[in-house]
């Protein structure tokens, strides 16, 4: 029996898998097994960054990261949680001056109810 070439579909899985490692270095771009391999670790470890990327922005805030954005819709400023996590990328400063000014704020509120 002669040889049957292979199918169109696994050679579509196996570019599929190439495109997605395509800005990787040396074999890791150009081997099967080994571009598979590369992709795991890469979605692991892009899954896992996620959540230290998380912890980090949270760490940023001076107080409780769920009150900062509590007090800043109390004060109806249009900041998500995406728009300050930009903030934070590009002007670390920026966002330890809006934390430090709704700190103020609300320290000073605070202060007068308790008298």
Do not use: P, W
Not at 54 to 69: D, E, G, M, W
Not at 84 to 100: D, E, K, W
């Amino acid at each position: 029996m002669t040889r049957i070439r292979q199918g169109y579909i696994a050679r579509r899985r196996r570019t599929k898998i190439r495109l997605f490692a395509s800005s990787f270095r040396g074999a890791h771009s150009r081997l099967t097994r080994t571009i598979t391999q590369q992709k795991i670790r890469a979605l692991v470890s892009a899954h896992r960054d996620r959540g230290s990327q998380k912890r980090n922005f949270r760490r940023l805030v001076a107080y409780s990261y769920s009150r900062l954005i509590h007090d800043l819709s109390t004060r109806q400023l249009l900041l998500n949680r995406k728009i300050l996590a930009q903030i934070a990328i590009l002007n670390r400063n920026c966002l330890y001056m809006i934390s430090n000014e709704i700190i103020k704020e609300v320290g000073c509120k605070e202060s007068t109810e308790i008298i």
